[in-house]
Nanobody
Framework: QVQLVESGGGLVQAGGSLRLSCAGSGIYFGIYVMGWYRQAPGKRHELVGT???????NYADSVKGRFTISRDIVKNTVSLQMNSLKPEDTAIYYC????????????WGQGTQVTVSS
């Protein structure tokens, strides 16, 4: 039923930028708090940030000031603009409906790989 597809990942040098997009089918993002999450090699799952129905955002301290989450109601997408990327940002990035800091267990997609080289 619900499918989430992340895109936009790639390989960039430190200091560069990437914009990730999350598209949903079988779900309308506009009525949920949405979140971006990441999992780096050898690291545990981490909440990157969230955006509420009203567009209010919150970010992890590690990305605050560098990352921006936004919504496109018409396209039913959620984006993650990443600037001033650091090697420690290297991870697989996922979007999901946020359930108090973690994604809905039934909705996880494949994620998109972000690799930041030094």
């Amino acid at each position: 039923q619900v499918q989430l597809v992340e895109s936009g990942g790639g390989l960039v040098q430190a200091g560069g930028s990437l914009r990730l997009s999350c598209a949903g089918s079988g779900i309308y993002f506009g009525i949920y708090v949405m979140g971006w999450y990441r999992q780096a090699p050898g690291k545990r799952h981490e909440l990157v940030g969230t955006i509420t129905v009203g567009g209010r955002t919150n970010y992890a301290d590690s990305v605050k000031g560098r990352f921006t989450i936004s919504r496109d109601i018409v396209k039913n997408t959620v984006s993650l603009q990443m600037n001033s990327l650091k090697p420690e940002d290297t991870a697989i990035y996922y979007c999901n409906v946020d359930r108090g800091g973690t994604g809905d267990r039934d909705y996880w997609g494949q994620g998109t790989q972000v690799t930041v080289s030094s």
